[in-house]
């Protein structure tokens, strides 16, 4: 069952929203499409248990320039640049890292490099993508994937997705900012 998103959930697909870039200044952008993900979490830990809803929603947007905006928890992204990864480079560049947050029971402060930046960690878990509207997301409804989100220097912001098998997603990291909920607003 979907829920309502907390944060933006007045976008639509084809609307025109202004957002506020920090380095770029006010862009004006169509929304090509809108993807719903839903949080996953385990009652108990442990490779048995499995994942079930927790009931909230947040929503991402795709908009034209190839610029994702994503709400996630308290959290709003906007991510201009972005790269697929294979299976092997995310073993290599974030899982330990990922590991280790989640051993601490996601309390450590856990740093890592990664071209621009030096990261830090904010939070990881799992997602399912519960719709899918519009264009320009190479996803199904059902598709399951892990996330890392992480933050750097001037408000810089990291998002790794890593899909599991099915549901047509593909494994990328983006970077962009984190923005104020106020820096976007309608056409």
Not at 16 to 33: D, S, T
Not at 112 to 131: C, L, N, T
Not at 168 to 180: A, F
């Amino acid at each position: 069952m979907i829920g309502k998103p907390q944060k933006l959930d007045w976008i639509r697909a084809g609307d025109r929203i202004y957002v506020n870039h920090p380095v770029k200044g006010e862009v004006m952008a169509h929304v090509l499409g809108r993807i719903l993900y839903v949080e996953l979490w385990q009652r108990t830990r442990g490779p048995q248990s499995p994942w079930v809803p927790t009931g909230n929603s947040f929503a991402g947007f795709w908009l034209e320039g190839n610029i994702f905006l994503l709400n996630w928890q308290t959290r709003i992204y906007l991510l201009d640049e972005s790269a697929q990864l294979s299976d092997p480079e995310i073993q290599r560049d974030f899982a330990p890292h990922a590991k280790k947050f989640a051993q601490s029971d996601q309390t450590a402060e856990v740093f890592f490099a990664y071209p621009p930046a030096m990261w830090k960690i904010e939070d990881i878990g799992k997602f399912q993508v519960e719709e899918v509207d519009g264009e320009g997301f190479r996803l199904r409804p059902g598709a399951v994937g892990r996330f890392i989100h992480a933050s750097g220097h001037e408000s810089r912001a990291l998002v790794l997705e890593d899909y599991e098998g099915g549901g047509g997603g593909e494994d990328t990291v983006w970077t962009g900012y984190m923005i104020g909920e106020d820096a976007v607003r309608k056409e």
